[in-house]
């Protein structure tokens, strides 16, 4: 089972994700969920990473022009996934925190919505589709609360009106992104943010 997990900074994702790890058995093999989160670790995420500290909520980081860090992002997932397939093809489960969506949520800030949506189209059709896309909505008051809350490493906080535009891209999306997953409709859950981690969980559950 593949599942992403999308939502504006401090909506709950990495608390989500760590429930799901817990309860999700493990297969004949033994195998456990492998967690994602993008921009990855890897060879090409560290390098966004390392240039994005103080960018929480999704805007470039000064060292890349909008369309390389589009185009990076795109190259760390490509690099990436292909690892874990294989945990797939054995039973097991891929937890990912921020995927496709995530990509184009924030870069429609920098491009034209034609430009994102070409490019993204295009890397749909070779990036695996997860089996169950969860979407978390929280009002961006109470993720800036979060945020403050649990702000380690210190980093600045994001800015309300951004925030409040990436929580509406986010629903949005979520009501035509249907049509890219293996199950369709059945593969979309809108959640509220604000519920305790373990109704998420439970409602993850239930749906898979």
Request: proline share 9%; charged share 25%; net charge neutral.
């Amino acid at each position: 089972m593949f599942i992403a997990v999308e939502g504006i900074p401090g909506s709950g994702k990495t608390a989500l994700i760590r429930s799901l790890r817990d309860r999700l058995p493990k297969n004949e093999s033994g195998h456990l969920s492998v967690d994602i989160e993008f921009p990855s670790y890897g060879r090409v995420g560290s390098v966004i990473r390392s240039t994005d500290r103080a960018n929480p909520a999704g805007s470039p980081p000064r060292p890349f022009e909008p369309s390389s860090l589009l185009h990076l992002n795109l190259a760390d997932m490509y690099d990436e996934m292909p690892r874990w397939e294989s945990r797939l093809v054995d039973g097991g489960d891929i937890l990912c925190e921020r995927y496709f969506v995530w990509l184009r949520v924030t870069q429609i800030d920098h491009h034209s919505p034609y430009m994102v949506d070409h490019v993204c189209r295009k890397a749909e059709r070779l990036l695996p589709r997860p089996d169950l896309y969860v979407i978390l909505n929280l009002r961006p008051e109470d993720a800036i609360k979060r945020i403050q809350l649990c702000n380690w490493p210190p980093r600045p906080m994001p800015n309300l009106d951004h925030m409040q535009v990436l929580a509406d891209r986010y629903l949005q999306v979520s009501n035509t992104i249907w049509s890219w997953l293996p199950r369709g409709e059945q593969g979309v859950l809108v959640l509220d943010g604000a519920r305790e981690t373990y109704q998420l969980a439970d409602a993850v559950c239930d749906r898979v």
